[in-house]
């Protein structure tokens, strides 16, 4: 099954609240990070954590390993069950991460290439297929790959094998849903169900693509 995970940068501690409950029964993960805990503050990962979805740490951390390891200790200790980090900082602090996250029970993705235009300034060219490497060097659990670029992401498929895909950049950032559902573990969804007049039927209508998982292995 591809997975529906809602990336949830609203601003306020009640409008994450108040979406989390409508979109839910059409969610299979939450995905927070700097706009909506800069807002609410980190007890709102507590919050969201209670409502029984996994809730994922994009805080796509990038540091030395020691501050790599506080940030993902002090992540896994508000009730995230994963967290997303970068691979350009190199082996030993992507480890970091991973052994902290595994320590917890929990996961660690890695992003290999980004969604947004600007992204292939610095990782076309090798930096994603190399990170790619790393990813299955260090036990990670998946990575990030753009739902922007479809053939990139069946490319790095071909590099990680079974690992998980979560894919952002469907919907506001142009990524067709049918033309990723299929090569990726999950979907990420922000703008197009937050800020839809309707939250809950934007998500049912992103629910319809979790069907399609292994249809483009
Ligand atoms: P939208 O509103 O564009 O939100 O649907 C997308 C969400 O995903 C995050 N994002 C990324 N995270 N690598 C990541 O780790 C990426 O390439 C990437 N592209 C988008 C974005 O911050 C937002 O939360």
Do not use: W
């Not at 997975?3 to 409008?15: K, N, P, Q, S, Y």
């Not at 994922?56 to 020691?66: E, M, T």
């Amino acid at each position: 099954m591809t997975e529906v995970i809602l990336a949830l940068d609203v601003g306020t501690r009640d409008a994450a609240v108040s979406i989390a409950e409508k979109t839910g029964p059409y969610l299979d993960a939450i995905k927070i990070g700097y706009p909506l805990v800069l807002a609410a503050g980190l007890t709102i990962a507590d919050e969201l954590s209670a409502g029984g979805l996994p809730l994922i740490a994009d805080f796509k951390v990038a540091d030395i390993p020691n501050t790599s390891r506080l940030i993902a200790e002090e992540v896994f200790s508000h009730g995230f069950s994963g967290i997303i980090c970068h691979g350009f900082v190199g082996r030993d602090s992507v480890l970091a991460c991973v052994d902290t996250a595994h320590d917890h029970g929990g996961e660690c993705y890695v992003v290999t290439e980004m969604s947004h235009p600007g992204a292939v300034d610095f990782f076309h060219g090798g930096i994603a297929e190399r990170i790619a490497a790393l990813v299955c060097e260090t036990g990670a659990d998946g990575i990030i790959a753009p739902a922007t670029r479809p053939e990139r992401t069946q490319m790095l498929r071909t590099l990680i094998g079974t690992r998980k895909i979560l894919s952002p950049g469907v919907g506001a950032q142009g990524g067709d849903p049918s033309a990723i559902a299929g090569i990726v573990d999950g979907i990420i969804v922000g703008r197009a169900i937050y800020e839809s007049a309707d939250p809950a039927g934007a998500a049912q209508q992103y629910a319809q693509f979790r069907s399609l998982r292994g249809t483009n292995p």
